[in-house]
């Protein structure tokens, strides 16, 4: 099994930018879907982007799409996600997430959003306020 550490939250400016990293150990990092959820008080879960193994697919909520970027480094065994203009409604903890999975995009099989992630870090605050 993985074990997940984020890092990266902050409190920021709307309009301003972070970046999270995950870092992962205790198994094969290339064996494994990569997602981000987030979750504000009082709020259900939100899945909000997922990349593949090999990071050649990758997908977005709709929410963030065009301003959030997922990548990953499978040498450093670590996920990142570039945020760019944060709104303060998007004040929410940010959890790193793992599925054992070799998923790449297929026509059948379009979006990492359909898994259910099974490992995941403790979570890095994100505070976007003036």
């Known amino acids: 099994q993985v074990q997940l550490v984020e890092s990266g939250g902050a409190l920021v400016q709307p309009g301003g930018s972070l970046r999270l990293s995950c870092t992962a150990s205790?198994?094969?990092?290339?064996?494994?879907?990569m997602g981000w959820f987030r979750q504000a008080p009082g709020e259900e879960r939100e899945q909000v982007s997922c990349i593949s193994w090999n990071g050649v697919s990758a997908a977005h909520a709709d929410s963030v799409h065009g301003r959030f970027t997922i990548s990953r480094d499978n040498a450093k065994n670590a996920v990142y996600m570039e945020m760019d203009s944060l709104e303060p409604e998007e004040t929410a903890m940010y959890y790193c997430?793992?599925?054992?999975?070799?998923?790449?995009?297929?026509?059948?099989?379009?979006?990492?959003?359909?898994?259910?992630?099974?490992?995941w870090g403790h979570g890095t605050q994100v505070t976007v306020s003036s």
């Open positions: 205790g198994d094969t990092f290339d064996d494994y879907v």
């Open positions: 997430t793992a599925v054992k999975s070799r998923w790449t995009y297929t026509y059948s099989s379009p979006s990492c959003f359909r898994f259910t992630y099974t490992y």
